[in-house]
């Protein structure tokens, strides 16, 4: 059984889409970010950088933090998702560092400041604003050479896509990227991401292009 501590944003929901797709049992713990549940000293014992996603396995009594660690455990545990020859294995790891290093960070500060706060620094919205096209265009470029970002689908396109997915706040139209969309859409129709997608309830639709 795996314990998932996670909230509705595209870190939380990466895991809970990799636990769909394998198919491993799990049970979600809400954690209310908007209400600092994750400074809690209980959930601290499980994520020390108070951020969800987090889980814990109760076969082994591991605990983890950062959903990539995440994605790769459950795809190391499960023998899913992750490739199966040593050269594929590192395209995944490649785009799954990509959306770690890049599109989390910088869609992230782009929600921030052009979605939440406009007004409040000109400099960062447009700072932002230009990387997130930049990353689109990388992401595009790539899909329109590979069906999905390593070759078959894998955990670096789980990473990737629920951050796609709030497309309506990053100043991007899908009509400029053609591969990505295409892309988004076949992901978006696979059962276990529309399971995935809003284990904590709140009912929300997926959003479609
Ligand atoms: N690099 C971390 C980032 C995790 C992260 O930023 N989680 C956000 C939600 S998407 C969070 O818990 N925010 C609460 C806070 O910053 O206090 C990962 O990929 O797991």
Do not use: C
């Not at 929901?13 to 954690?31: A, C, D, T």
């Not at 990388?138 to 070759?151: K, N, P, S, T």
């Not at 670096?156 to 400029?176: E, G, H, L, N």
Request: no cysteine; aromatic share 14%; net charge neutral.
């Amino acid at each position: 059984m795996i314990e998932l501590y996670t909230w509705m944003t595209p870190n939380g929901q990466k895991v809970s889409i990799m636990l769909e797709e394998v198919g491993l049992p799990y049970r979600v713990h809400p954690i209310d970010i908007t209400r600092d549940h994750q400074f809690d000293p209980a959930f601290l014992k499980v994520s020390p950088n108070n951020k969800i996603p987090a889980i814990v396995d109760t076969d082994n009594g591991l605990h983890l933090m950062e959903s990539g660690a995440i994605l790769l455990y459950l795809a190391e545990k499960t023998g899913k998702l992750w490739g199966q020859d040593f050269p594929t294995k590192w395209r995944v790891v490649e785009w799954l560092m990509w959306q770690m290093g890049g599109i989390g960070p910088f869609l992230g500060q782009v929600h921030h400041f052009v979605k939440f706060n406009p007004g409040k620094s000109a400099y960062a919205e447009e700072r932002y604003a230009k990387e997130a096209k930049r990353l689109w265009r990388v992401l595009d470029r790539r899909l329109g050479e590979v069906e999905y970002v390593a070759g078959d689908y894998s955990i670096a396109d789980i990473a990737i896509w629920p951050w796609i997915s709030r497309f309506a706040w990053q100043t991007v139209d899908f009509a400029d990227y053609p591969h990505v969309k295409r892309w988004y859409v076949a992901i978006a129709e696979r059962p276990a991401v529309q399971r995935g997608w809003d284990v904590i309830g709140e009912g929300r639709k997926l959003p479609m292009p």
